[in-house]
């Protein structure tokens, strides 16, 4: 026989009875110890081979191992008793449950003292020695090993080491002892094998050497075992602590951080693990920094079970539930520190009598321990993890607590970072919704629509947008976004918002409001410490847009925003090319503006970086993403809206800050809009006014001609008497509105003045700001433009 392959089936008897009781293997030492042959008895129950009675009841040493003597009935001659050995196997690799029952049939006896094999002493020896022959079948083990098998040697001797043991584990040590008999070199071999009577897990080092005779050839193998359990318990509590710092807070959510917890400790430390967290005694408020009283209120925050179908929880997530003085809970906080307690057996403690179903489902499954970890971060007290056993015996020990203070420690701060990171993002987002325009302004000049998300795992940034109404029905777009996350870019934000709205009032073009947005910027930063010879702790990029319904001409200028897209009727959409200009917060660097003509109906999009950017996707896929659903079928602007932010973002939400605007535009009718060139003859006032009024009557607008006239007399006096020429009237309507516009070459702006009682003149003005509802002045190249807005609901 080769040392490569030892072994010889036929000694040992061997059978595999299925979990129904039917024979499906039978090998040759089966066949020589009782005679039948394979195709006798496989399929058959083994209930056949039985005798009734036997000489020894079988003796269960944990549930997947039994050994006993049973009486057998042999083919030819009378029944045999025999002591077998039986281990259970579970499905692996497609196979079924099935045991395995043997026993050995020669080399019973002990070796001799001149064999090799029996001159091995191992009676003194304090470690587990067994002793293996040529065909690794076991010839000798001491008292140590014995006790570790759970059987005597008379009842082993002449059994492979995997046949004893019948876990995988002993196949791989029985495959080492081969390489140690063919190669003659001594091997350890680690192994962590579930042994003993409680069927609890030990771990092993097993010291293989072979056995030579006095001439140096190898007889046989010697294998020590040494218990190394403490080692490795050891080893895998460090581990499941270096576990849990990497696998807790893995986000800023007390809920999933919660869930994090009860995921490392079960079924590593406990069968049922539960986090109930105390609420703030105010919504938005600091944790207690003093134990709490009893009873304690907490909420549910997460749990788990080691068995899906095992106890399920009493109180389910989000749920508040009270705990008496009596309670685990209770007692751990009010004390601060771990408690551990034992279910009686002779029943529940008062305070598990308060829920029956608490009650049944401690009597059900056996619960028999509980151990209950304060959860305290920087001195606040933030809730408590009880952990629970039922399906380990045994209890929980210092070293289980030990254990689960480090982890929940770590935790604890963990939840504390996720709490404080939820209160400032709550914070940061009101005041970012605060800020943001709460609805959209209805114009002649555009359809709007918007979409504003926040970041789904960092704090809200400062991303806004806002629709601004202009003079002479033209309206600005803006879309900006603040660096960094938090109130402070919330507050920023709201800052640069107004300026923006401030700036526009004044009329200034898109390339000058940026500017003096920039110079805004580098003051903010200089405020918070920033060099204003560099990029300061303030920056923000911008996009700005007038859009003009009479001309129907679109000016933009940007300052390092991303460009619109543009998608014009029966063409796709496609990037608007537009200088790129730098960020805000530079300094003096220009920014250039670029004016397009916009057919009716032209959609354009304004957005900010975090909805093109994303972790599965670069900017580049992130703009030809936009692009095709901007192409998508037309419908409303919220539709679209809809359909973009489905294409684009990732299901758990985007990683940054997203602010999306749309904006359909209209064309103001040619019909709708008047001009006319004045002369700088006062005299020719008169016919302007009856001309006026012919076209108001046109228009269907009578009821504006008295506020109308006055107003083009008061702005078309001062134009020819303080102005330069040429000199210009537009009147502009929609359905709400009347506006009056008079432009001249000179930029001289008027101004209101209080007119003294015997002043004659000084009061036009006055009279144009109590008679409509706004006015104003642009400067233009050309010079300037008065204008000012007659309401046309408010008329009778």
Not at 696 to 718: H, I, K, R, Y
Not at 740 to 748: G, K, L, M
Request: with cysteine.
């Amino acid at each position: 026989m080769r040392p490569e392959y030892p072994f010889d089936d036929a000694a040992t008897a061997r059978a595999v009875i299925a979990e129904d009781g039917t024979l499906v293997e039978w090998n040759e030492g089966a066949r020589r110890l009782l005679g039948w042959t394979a195709d006798e008895v496989i399929g058959r129950p083994v209930t056949n081979l039985l005798v009734d009675g036997g000489e020894e009841r079988p003796r269960v040493t944990k549930g997947v191992r039994r050994n006993g003597v049973v009486a057998l009935r042999r083919r030819r001659g009378g029944p045999v008793s025999v002591w077998v050995l039986a281990h259970h196997r579970d499905p692996q690799d497609g196979r079924p449950a099935h045991w395995i029952v043997l026993t050995p049939m020669e080399d019973r006896q002990p070796p001799s003292p001149d064999d090799p094999l029996g001159r091995v002493g191992l009676t003194q020896s304090p470690c587990a020695i067994a002793v293996y022959d040529r065909r690794l079948r076991l010839r000798r083990l001491n008292p140590a090993m014995a006790e570790l098998f759970g059987v005597s040697e008379e009842r082993v001797r002449g059994l492979r080491h995997s046949e004893i043991g019948g876990r995988p584990q002993s196949e791989e040590v029985e495959r080492h002892m081969q390489a140690v008999l063919a190669s003659g070199r001594g091997h350890d071999v680690r192994a962590y094998v579930p042994l003993g009577d409680e069927g609890w897990g030990q771990a092993w080092l097993a010291r293989v050497a072979p056995v030579t005779d006095e001439a140096g050839l190898v007889q046989g193998v010697c294998m020590a075992v040494h218990d190394l359990t403490e080692q490795y318990e050891a080893r895998e509590r460090l581990q499941l602590v270096n576990e849990a710092s990497v696998r807790i807070g893995t986000t800023l959510d007390v809920t999933r951080t919660a869930q994090e917890l009860t995921d490392v400790c079960v079924p590593a430390l406990a069968d049922f693990v539960s986090v109930d967290l105390l609420d703030p005694p105010s919504p938005g408020g600091e944790p207690l920094t003093v134990p709490p009283a009893a009873p304690v209120v907490l909420r549910r925050a997460a749990h788990r079970s080691v068995d899906p179908a095992g106890p399920g929880a009493v109180v389910q997530p989000g749920h508040l539930d009270v705990y008496p003085v009596t309670s685990p809970q209770a007692d751990s906080l009010v004390s601060g520190r771990t408690t551990v307690a034992s279910v009686p057996s002779a029943g529940p403690t008062p305070w598990l009598n308060r829920n029956e179903l608490r009650v049944q489902q401690v009597r059900e499954y056996g619960v028999h321990s509980t151990m209950s970890v304060p959860i305290r971060a920087r001195g606040t007290t933030l809730g408590v993890a009880v952990l629970t056993r039922f399906r380990r015996t045994a209890p929980f020990s210092t070293d289980d607590r030990l254990l689960a203070e480090e982890i929940t420690a770590r935790a604890a701060v963990c939840i504390d970072n996720a709490r404080r990171f939820s209160r400032e993002r709550e914070t940061a987002l009101a005041l970012q919704r605060s800020l943001l325009p709460q609805s959209l302004p209805s114009t002649a000049a555009l359809e709007v629509s918007s979409r504003y998300l926040p970041a789904a795992r960092v704090g809200v940034g400062g991303d806004w947008f806002d629709v601004i109404p202009l003079s002479g029905m033209r309206v600005a777009l803006v879309v900006g976004d603040v660096v960094g996350h938090g109130v402070q870019a919330s507050a920023t934000m709201g800052r640069l918002r107004t300026a923006v709205r401030t700036l526009a009032d004044i009329d200034l073009p898109p390339d000058e409001l940026l500017t003096h947005l920039d110079d805004l910027v580098l003051r903010l930063s200089a405020e918070t410490g920033g060099d204003q010879d560099s990029a300061g702790d303030v920056g923000a990029t911008c996009l700005y847009a007038v859009y003009d319904p009479v001309s129907r001409h679109c000016t933009l200028a940007r300052a390092g925003h991303p460009a619109p897209i543009m998608l014009s009727p029966g063409r796709t959409a496609h990037e608007v090319e537009l200088p790129a200009g730098p960020p805000l917060g530079l300094g003096g660097l220009p920014f250039e503006a670029a004016e397009l003509r916009l057919p009716e109906g032209t959609v354009l999009g304004f957005f900010t970086d975090g909805l093109i950017e994303s972790h599965d996707q670069d900017t580049e896929s992130g703009h030809r993403l936009l692009r095709e659903a901007m192409s998508g079928p037309a419908g409303s602007l919220d539709e679209t809206c809809d359909r973009i932010l489905r294409t684009l973002l990732p299901s758990g939400g985007a990683r940054d800050d997203v602010a999306l605007l749309l904006a359909r535009t209209r064309g103001l009718p040619a019909s709708q809009v008047s001009t006319w060139d004045i002369p700088a003859d006062p005299a020719l006032i008169a016919p302007l006014r009856k001309q006026v009024v012919d076209r108001l009557d046109t228009w269907g607008l009578a009821p504006a001609t008295f506020t109308t006239e006055l107003v083009v007399s008061e702005l078309v006096t001062n134009a020819i008497r303080y102005g330069s020429h040429p000199i210009r009237l537009r009147l502009i309507h929609d359905a709400a509105t009347l506006i009056c516009e008079v432009s001249d070459a000179s930029h001289t702006a008027p101004h209101l003045r209080r007119a003294k009682t015997w002043d004659e003149g000084g009061r036009g003005l006055l009279l144009v700001a109590q008679l409509t509802q706004r006015w104003g002045t642009r400067h233009t190249p050309e010079g300037k433009t008065i204008w000012a807005e007659i309401g046309l609901l408010d008329e009778p």
